[in-house]
């Protein structure tokens, strides 16, 4: 059987040692990307990924930017991308959406919330 692969995108290196450590327990295969820049090219090497989590607060290309890009490669412009920050004020999951992510879920996260939305996008290990 083929393990679900997630795409760990985000500037913080203890952030992606966390979300890595997590989501290999439960089963998930993880890249990880230090930058959007990073995931983008990547991205456009056709990885085969069933998830993307955006952080949405880096350095020169932020999550925000980094979406609407994503969005215009072929094989991922239907793929999930979970915003990720730790920006957790009214509207701010309004504009992850609008920026072009499929959810939104703010740090530090909630392993239980994470899997539903995995779920939810019929993604599992």
Known sequence: MIKS???IVDD???NIFALKATLKSKGFECISCSSAQEAIMLLKTNEDFSSILMD???PDMDGYQAIPEIRKIEKHKNTPVIAVTAQA???DKEKCLKAGADEYISKPINVDIMLEIFSKFNIKA
């Open 5 to 7: 692969k997630i795409l």
């Open 12 to 14: 913080d290196n203890r």
């Open 56 to 58: 949405m607060m880096m």
């Open 89 to 91: 004020m009214q509207g």
